[in-house]
């Protein structure tokens, strides 16, 4: 009886490696396409991949659930030697991932259980998942699906779709204001709503281009642009306020 169990084990042991062998080969072969072959390397390229790893995990799965293999969780590892010397031919077999079996890195490979660190913060989330309700955990699980939902919504829409509403909003919300413009381009073109008045305060004599105005003289204006015709000073839209240095014309060069 004891002999027909260790048989099953090895059995199962072999059958166990030769899969997971698989699944390195395939690993191997998509890292290197990942690595060297990205340029051309194609969408349902990389899905093909990944069916593929998917299939040879579930038939790990497959196996280790099957009846007739052994349970090996009631199997125990014992280390028989430890040595901090370089041993070869476990280096050979580990494909040089593991060189020396030694006391220090025995704990991490024949562990069966998570680092302490891992469990304290597997404790600390049990902890605060169970202190959330059900009705809270509820209306959180809703509002995920919510935004999940419209987050694939936007995403499968096709981008002409996308494009369109872009621009039907920008078509009926202008960014700017029409009548605005018109007082600014005829202000500037055709002086229209521009008034002079005199800037406050009193002027300093001596200095050139700042004594009393002075008919055929320059001057200082403070313009005020209206939103339109026909509106006035408090009910503008917007105004615009500068001061502008005009010489007349009889003060130009060409006019003496």
């Known amino acids: 009886m004891q002999q027909r169990e260790e048989k099953q084990l090895e059995a199962a042991v072999e059958s166990l490696a030769s899969r997971v062998a698989h699944v390195k080969n395939a690993l191997h072969s998509f890292i290197y396409k ?11 390229s990389v899905l093909d991949n990944f069916a593929l790893l998917s299939g040879q995990l579930n038939t790990i799965n497959k196996l280790l659930k099957n009846e007739k293999t052994p349970s090996f ?6 280390p028989l030697l430890l ?21 220090e890195i025995v704990p991490d490979y024949l562990r069966t259980k ?9 404790k600390q989330l049990s902890t605060e ?6 009705e809270v955990a509820q209306k959180q699980i809703q509002t995920l699906n919510k935004l999940c939902s419209n987050l694939l919504e936007k995403l499968n829409n096709p981008r002409d779709d996308r ?3 872009s621009a039907a909003i920008r078509q009926n919300k202008p960014s700017f204001n029409p009548a605005d413009t018109n007082a600014l381009v005829g202000a500037v073109a055709f002086g229209k709503g521009l008034s002079k008045c005199r800037p406050p305060g009193p002027v300093a004599p001596g200095h050139p281009g700042q004594g009393p105005m002075m008919s055929g003289g320059p001057t200082l ?13 408090g009910k503008m839209p917007s105004s615009i306020k500068t001061n502008i240095k005009s010489a007349s014309s009889s003060m130009h060069p060409y006019n003496r």
């Open 34 to 44: 990942l690595e060297n072959e990205y340029e051309r390397l194609t969408w349902p």
């Open 73 to 78: 969780r009631n199997q125990v590892i014992i």
């Open 221 to 233: 204006q403070q313009v005020t642009i209206g939103g339109g015709s026909g509106q006035q000073a």
């Open 114 to 122: 998570p680092d302490p660190e891992v469990e304290e913060q597997e």
């Open 129 to 134: 998942a169970a202190r959330i309700g059900p």
């Open 163 to 165: 494009d369109a509403e």
């Open 83 to 103: 040595s901090p010397d370089r041993d070869d031919d476990l280096a050979k077999l580990t494909e040089q991932r593991v060189p020396v079996f030694s006391h």
